[in-house]
């Protein structure tokens, strides 16, 4: 076991790394895009296809996970947005909604966790993926945290002005974007996913300051 993707992982978080550290490098879409024959289009809405080019990229490259995704756009596209697959790839067309009140964040949908637009394939893919790897092999379940699917879900710019406008406002619809999140992150464990990704681009440094993401990103005590 020590020396299988996920005794290198379980080894690293002890701090004692007996081989080689593991090599974990974020390549959903990468994998997607290189190692699959059909059109992304057609292999998103496929767990079995998606995880053929998890495996055929694994074998090629040789890390130590599989992300159990092909594109981050299924989270938004659950709560109502439209998902335009390009040439230079995967589009989201956020909500029209305008969020003003309390009353207004009714316009948004809470999606079910298990069954809404593509989170079924994504469950079915971790299932795929853990069933490949027999326990060996570390299956990363990765979606976009709160502010970033919110920043999906409708126009960032309406969010970016939220954070000055209506603060108070923002915390509520992230509190009920994150609550969703939760849910789903419970199904992919459920499914077999060993850990959850959880990466927040735009609440990066360029997008927010330090402040404003110790209020609105990190959680809540």
Known sequence: ????????????LRGTPNDRVP???????????NFSDVPLSKLAQDPKRIA??????????????????A??????????????????????DALPH??????????????DARRAKRLPVILELVKELNAYGDGDILVLGGFEGAFTS?????????????????????????????????????????????VLFIPEPSASASMISPAMFRRFVLPSP
């Open 98 to 111: 305008v969020i003003n009140s309390i009353e207004d964040l009714e316009k948004i949908p809470i999606p």
């Open 150 to 194: 919110t920043t999906r879900i409708l126009e960032a710019d309406q969010v970016m002005r939220m954070i000055y406008k209506n603060p108070l406002l923002l915390e509520s619809l992230l509190d009920r974007v994150n609550g969703f999140l939760l849910e789903f992150g419970r199904a992919l464990i459920e499914s077999g996913a060993n």
């Open 71 to 92: 594109d981050p756009l299924y989270i938004p596209e659950a709560f109502g947005c439209r998902v335009r697959f390009t040439e230079t790839g995967p589009l989201i």
């Open 52 to 69: 053929d080019a998890q495996v055929r990229a694994m074998e090629t490259v040789g890390h130590d996970a599989f992300f159990a995704y």
């Open 1 to 12: 076991m020590a020396n299988s993707c996920m005794g290198r992982f379980q080894d690293a």
């Open 23 to 33: 090599i974990i490098p974020m390549i959903g879409g990468w994998a997607a895009a």
